[in-house]
């Protein structure tokens, strides 16, 4: 399993940049499905490196447990509500979505077969880009907007 972290994503103006951690498999057969994990928080706390604390005692944690099943697993960071005010956390999650999709040959990863697990909010409001992260970027791309 290779994990690639901190991957900026999308530049913010007067805040951090914004990142992503990848765990991709170490042989992959074909494009893989991405798995995009958005961490809870309600918006207001909350970090892209775990699930949550049901699972920091996991040793390989549940990343790199789904790596190692032949996922390829995205975990957003956004603006925290401290940082931006709604929609501006959902705008920087599409932005992550369209940088996965623009790279999906490269990465070799399907951007039409997403899972999308979480806990807390965001992960009710997360699925707006459902069914695919390529849908969502389409979108995105032809409005000049998010969805």
Request: aromatic share 8%.
């Given at each position: 399993?290779?994990?690639?972290?901190?991957?900026?994503?999308?530049?913010?103006?007067?805040?951090?940049?914004?990142?992503?951690?990848?765990?991709?498999?170490?042989?992959?057969?074909?494009?893989?499905?991405?798995?995009?994990f958005?961490?809870?928080?309600?918006?207001?706390?909350?970090?892209?490196?775990?699930?949550?604390?049901?699972?920091?005692?996991?040793?390989?944690?549940?990343?790199?447990?789904?790596?190692?099943?032949?996922?390829?697993?995205?975990?957003?960071?956004?603006?925290?509500?401290?940082?931006?005010?709604?929609?501006?956390?959902?705008?920087?999650?599409?932005?992550?979505?369209?940088?996965?999709?623009?790279?999906?040959?490269?990465?070799?990863?399907?951007?039409?077969?997403?899972?999308?697990?979480?806990?807390?909010?965001?992960?009710?409001t997360?699925?707006?880009?459902?069914?695919?992260?390529?849908?969502?970027?389409?979108?995105?791309?032809?409005?000049?907007?998010?969805?």
């Amino acid at each position: 399993m290779r994990l690639l972290r901190g991957v900026p994503y999308a530049p913010r103006p007067r805040v951090r940049p914004l990142e992503l951690d990848l765990w991709l498999p170490d042989e992959p057969r074909g494009p893989l499905p991405v798995v995009v994990f958005v961490h809870g928080g309600g918006w207001r706390t909350g970090t892209r490196t775990e699930m949550g604390p049901a699972f920091r005692h996991w040793r390989p944690g549940p990343f790199s447990r789904l790596a190692r099943a032949g996922f390829v697993v995205a975990s957003l960071d956004y603006r925290l509500s401290g940082e931006a005010v709604h929609p501006a956390q959902l705008e920087d999650v599409i932005a992550g979505l369209v940088w996965l999709d623009e790279r999906a040959g490269e990465l070799g990863v399907d951007t039409t077969r997403t899972p999308w697990p979480g806990v807390s909010p965001p992960a009710p409001t997360s699925p707006p880009c459902s069914p695919s992260p390529a849908r969502c970027a389409a979108a995105s791309r032809g409005t000049g907007r998010p969805i």
